[in-house]
């Protein structure tokens, strides 16, 4: 195979599409690269020695040669398996949704290490028994890093200062808006002032040490709800696997393997 049509990439397999009878096509996500897509030809056939290290959210090192249309995956070998991510349903729920929000946020063929280092920050936290609500952490960080970053220091309309029990929180807007500016915010969620709080601190403090953040299970419920409209403001609908971990939870008994 001609060298120069072959690459080297360590990469994160965001989701997989079946195809045919025995390939499947991935789509990964790779620091030097950003997202690809790459198809494994038979790798559903029991002999493929490709089977089993591309499954979603494993890191993997592969060789991909260039295609004509699409670029063919020749070799795959696990660097990180993330087992407790496949043990645990809502688990691997909550990592399947962070991979979903790096296949929506991100654009292909695009060199992105800060993302790359959120999104596997992310994945070793939830592996290594973070509580869940790092996943807000991430979420603020990946729209940070996309240009979004919510200003919720000041009122993101006029800059004053956010005094009140409750503060609105508008995506339109892009962060906080006091008490005077919420006719003009263009809508938004009143959040409470400690979610308010915790959010600043989301923001600001490094994913390991918001882990260490107690948050009960009403907060944390706010302050999913709240990264949620913004999200879905920002993408302009709601990412799919928010509504499958919805489901989880509602339907454990129906899902678990
Ligand atoms: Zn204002």
Redesign the pocket.
């Known amino acids: 195979m001609d060298r120069d049509r072959l690459y080297r990439a360590d990469a994160i397999v965001l989701r997989r599409r079946n195809i045919g009878d025995a390939d499947s096509i991935f789509t990964l996500f790779a620091a030097d690269r950003g997202r690809f897509d790459a198809v494994a030809r038979g790798v559903r056939k029991a002999r493929s020695k490709m089977r089993g290290h591309l499954e979603p959210l494993t890191r993997v090192r592969v060789l991909v040669a260039k295609g004509r249309s699409l670029d063919i995956l020749t070799q795959a070998e696990t660097l990180e398996a993330y087992r407790p991510l496949r043990d645990d349903l809502d688990l691997g729920a909550e990592a399947l949704y962070c991979a979903e929000l790096v296949d929506r946020f991100t654009v292909e063929a695009n060199g992105q290490h800060d993302v790359f280092d959120s999104f596997t920050r992310v994945l070793d936290a939830l592996a290594t028994g973070a509580p869940r609500h790092v996943v807000r952490s991430f979420e603020l960080a990946l729209m940070a890093l996309s240009g979004f970053d919510l200003q919720l220091g000041a009122?993101?309309?006029?800059?004053?200062s956010l005094p009140g029990e409750s503060i609105l929180l508008s995506a339109p807007a892009g962060g906080f808006?006091?008490?005077?500016?919420r006719g003009q915010s263009g809508g938004g969620r009143l959040v409470s002032r400690r979610c308010a709080a915790v959010l600043r601190f989301a923001r600001d403090a490094p994913i390991e040490t918001f882990g260490q953040v107690q948050v009960d299970e009403a907060l944390a419920r706010e302050l999913r709800a709240a990264l949620a409209d913004v999200i879905h403001h920002v993408l302009d609908r709601e990412p799919s696997s928010a509504q499958f971990i919805d489901d989880v939870r509602r339907a454990p008994a129906q899902l678990s393997p």
């Open positions: 009122c993101a309309h006029c800059g004053g808006v006091c008490m005077g500016c």
